[in-house]
């Protein structure tokens, strides 16, 4: 974009530049529209739609956990069994993956400066932690039996995994029709997958025990299974944890943003620069950015509104820029070292 011409820097002004700053509550349109409220738009009917697609998801979880747990109890199946629990882990899972969105609607106080959509990521993290937990216990009880195979009822265990497999795939379709980009969204999503694979697991199982008597079957594909939702598993937590920690987005490049903003002629040079993810979909952006002492408020807001413009464009809907003049001492760093910043500035007088 280029940048919108600034107006004459003899105008007055009554603040100095490196006394100003932004947040994102600067409005600017573009062909007719805010980037913000655009966003904002879509990110709350993304919201609502993911809202009805997990409560239509644990309705039917919930329904035929009931189902699994008694075949499985009646028909001694191991798969049988850890797939009956891990479909009622899904179904607790969905249950807090609803109330996080439902929570995540609740607007910002003065405590919760930026509402309480973090809360999906902190579910996310629960949710990821329990497929570990389920999975460790799957393996512990896969070994136990591959010392005592039990007798094994497996036209039950066939019959009764047929149908949670269909159960599973239905709840997957529907559930990939939502935003699995929201990580919250797409923990719960992995719940579902991971047990439409433990459905798959128990029907290998009870063929390959009917038609060859390989009772220790039943074991060995509970522990693949298990295997595999540790590795979605480990994915949620990783992220969840990296969202926690303040983390850059994955997706985008420190390098592009400091290019972009490094190109307005009024921008001499950047540093203290932040980027991390408020929730999924939601990034932020703090950086202090040093402007010829020259510029007038007039202009230094023109700056503002063009700086913002590129950031929404490269993926940030929330941003704050403080301007600083070029003739004080700054930073040279892009990222400041807060571990070695005093918790107190002093001042000598």
């Not at 039917?60 to 001694?76: N, R």
């Not at 039990?150 to 019959?159: D, E, F, K, R, S």
């Not at 299974?225 to 979605?232: F, H, P, Q, T």
Request: charged residues 10%; aromatic residues 6%; negative net charge.
């Amino acid at each position: 974009m280029t940048p919108k011409p600034l107006q004459d820097s003899k105008q007055p002004t009554d603040a100095h530049p490196n006394e100003y700053s932004h947040g994102n509550n600067h409005h600017h349109d573009d062909a007719g529209h805010s980037h913000s409220s655009h966003s904002s738009h879509n990110h709350s009917h993304s919201h609502t739609d993911n809202q009805r697609i997990i409560t239509i998801a644990f309705a039917i979880i919930a329904s035929y956990m009931v189902v699994e747990v008694i075949g499985g109890y009646i028909t001694g199946s191991l798969a049988l069994l850890s797939d009956a629990g891990h479909m009622f882990s899904d179904a607790v899972s969905l249950a807090m993956t609803l109330f996080a969105f439902i929570i995540g609607k609740k607007s910002a106080t003065s405590h919760k400066t930026f509402g309480y959509r973090r809360f999906e990521i902190l579910i996310a993290l629960i949710n990821g932690l329990t497929l570990l937990i389920i999975s460790a216990g799957i393996i512990y009880e896969a070994v136990l039996r591959f010392q005592q195979p039990p007798q094994i009822a497996t036209t039950g265990m066939l019959v009764i995994s047929t149908i949670g497999l269909i159960v599973n795939l239905v709840v997957a379709k529907l559930m990939h029709g939502g935003d699995t980009d929201n990580l919250n969204m797409k923990s719960a999503y992995l719940h579902v997958l991971s047990d439409l694979l433990g459905s798959v697991a128990a029907i290998i199982a009870a063929i390959v025990i009917m038609l060859f008597g390989w009772v220790w079957a039943d074991a060995a594909v509970s522990i693949l299974v298990a295997l595999l939702i540790v590795r979605s598993g480990y994915a949620v937590v990783k992220n969840a944890a990296h969202i926690l920690m303040e983390g850059a987005p994955n997706h985008i490049d420190q390098s592009v943003i400091i290019k972009t903003l490094s190109a307005h002629p009024n921008v001499l040079s950047i540093h203290d620069l932040h980027i991390w993810t408020i929730t999924s979909g939601l990034h932020s952006l703090s950086c202090h950015i040093i402007v010829p002492s020259s510029l007038t408020l007039q202009q230094t807001d023109a700056l503002l509104s063009d700086l913002q413009h590129e950031l929404q464009h490269l993926g940030i809907g929330h941003s704050t820029i403080q301007f600083e003049s070029d003739l004080h001492a700054h930073s040279a760093q892009f990222n400041c070292d807060i571990a070695n910043t005093p918790p107190v500035h002093a001042h000598a007088h």
